[in-house]
């Protein structure tokens, strides 16, 4: 079946240092990619998502690139802030099949900044 | 478009008794998920509707558990005979588009403690 892996956490950093959370997925089909963030005390957001092969998505400064050859989707960002501190997401969803587009998530990675 | 909302954002209930969460998705969004997420992993998919029909139903929604969508509109879960183990915070999800492009928007969530 479909699954996701990340790294393990916490990951912390110091401010504008350049971040990099890996995931790698499993899947039988050609899935869309997604990032989502927590904050604390607030609900899953969409941070950026890729729908093919070889497609970067990017947000606030973040990026990450649909990488099928090693089924991977890493998440950087090039200088982080203490406002980037969160639970980061990896997560697929494969609407192949009749699928119904949930999605499957990794285990999530915390990330903190210090200032 | 005031987001997803769910109701209560927390419950604390007695080790047998019943709860029932609900979750009123973004207007005009015909696609419905409900999610559980444990302390330190990522959301699991529990169930699915498609307006008011339930499409699919993850092996972890037990026969305590119960979902419903009347009218294709807002959606409840119903838990019977609260187990310890049911503590986690309860998540759902709207989306209006199918395929690579679609993009799910999360309520808070409904934090549930069984005591």
């Known amino acids: 079946g479909n699954s996701v892996t990340q790294m393990e956490g916490p990951v912390t950093l110091s401010e504008e240092a350049f971040l990099t959370i890996n995931c790698t997925y499993t899947a039988t089909g050609y899935p869309s990619l997604f990032w989502y963030v927590q904050y604390p005390g607030e609900g899953l957001q969409l941070l950026l998502k890729a729908t093919k092969a070889d497609d970067k998505g990017s947000n606030k400064g973040f990026e990450a690139t649909y990488r099928k050859e090693t089924t991977s989707f890493h998440l950087e960002k090039g200088s982080v802030q203490v406002s980037d501190s969160a639970v980061y997401f990896c997560a697929l969803s494969d609407w192949g099949s009749g699928n119904t587009g949930k999605l499957i998530f990794g285990q999530g990675t915390t990330l903190q900044v210090k200032p | 478009d005031t987001g997803v909302s769910q109701d209560p954002r927390h419950k604390i209930t007695k080790r047998g008794q019943n709860v029932t969460f609900r979750c009123d998705p973004i207007s005009e969004h015909n696609r419905l998920y409900w999610y559980r997420q444990t302390l330190g992993q990522g959301p699991e998919f529990l169930t699915y509707?498609?307006?008011?029909?339930?499409?699919?139903k993850s092996r972890l929604l037990s026969d305590r558990f119960s979902a419903e969508r009347p009218k294709g509109s807002f959606s409840t879960l119903e838990i019977q005979r609260t187990e310890q183990g049911d503590s986690a915070m309860y998540l759902c999800a709207s989306s209006r588009k199918r395929g690579a492009d679609a993009e799910a928007f999360f309520g808070q969530g409904t934090r549930l403690t069984v005591v």
């Open positions: 509707f498609q307006n008011e029909a339930q499409l699919e």
